[in-house]
């Protein structure tokens, strides 16, 4: 075969092997540029299996076990370390240990005003969010942007009585939109702590079932915690129902509705 038709054959099943995952349901690759397993360097030389002759050597005084790395606490020396908004996502930016910024487009951090009374802390980025590096912005966030618009609040409005300042507990997107894992969701609280810190708002909205759970460190059901208030960091906390689920669950839509209006009444101090 001469080397046209090498190529030939080897675009054909390229091809192939495309259309196989598409049927499959991939829908899209997960980093930017495509990876040539092909020119990537050598694997490196595997270690010799430990024998009898030479037994594996236990930590001594002299030399000690290299420490694990706790991502937790890497997290929380990290965030209390950030004296303001901008460089907490610098800090979020620089943390290594979370290898979902690998597969992402953009660090999602925040959108609103940053002087508003009420953050709103969701759950991670999707598609959209991803896409645009901002929370919020799909289908469940033009969602979310007509509750609040009902209650005449938005990210957009220059009273900080009304308006939103937004974001997640995680800043990069999960694949396929998978739940964020207790690994991730530990490693990210102490960032959104110091968020809400230094947002400094009178209320936290906690938006879903993930916000919720991982804030206020709890194992009860959204279903059944929304709408109740508790306390997050000296500040009253609001869990709610992810606009995802109403658009799931429309007949939800009253119960959502009943803690706009419980968070309006808070607002205006007859709460
Ligand atoms: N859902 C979330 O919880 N956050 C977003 O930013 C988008 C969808």
Redesign the pocket.
Known sequence: MNAWANWENDFEIACAALAWQVELGVDEAICDAPVNRFELPAAAPERPAPSAAAPAATPTAATPAPAQTDPVAVAEAAARAAPDLAALQEALAAFPHCDLRLGARNL?FCDGQQNARVMIV?????R??DRQG?????E??QLLDRMFDAISMGRAHPDPSRALY?T?ILPWRPPQNRDPSLEERAMFRPFVLRHIELAAPDIVVL??R??AMTLLDTAEGITRIRGQWRELAGRPALPML???YLLRNPAAKREAWADLLALQARLRGDG
């Not at 969701?122 to 999707?126: F, K, Q, S």
């Not at 901002?134 to 799909?138: A, E, L, N, W, Y």
Request: aromatic content about 4%; charged content about 15%; hydrophobic content about 40%.
């Open positions: 999602v969701g759950e991670a980025p999707g959209e969010e901002k929370p919020f912005v799909g469940a966030g937004i997640n938006m879903g993930i916000s992810h606009p995802a």
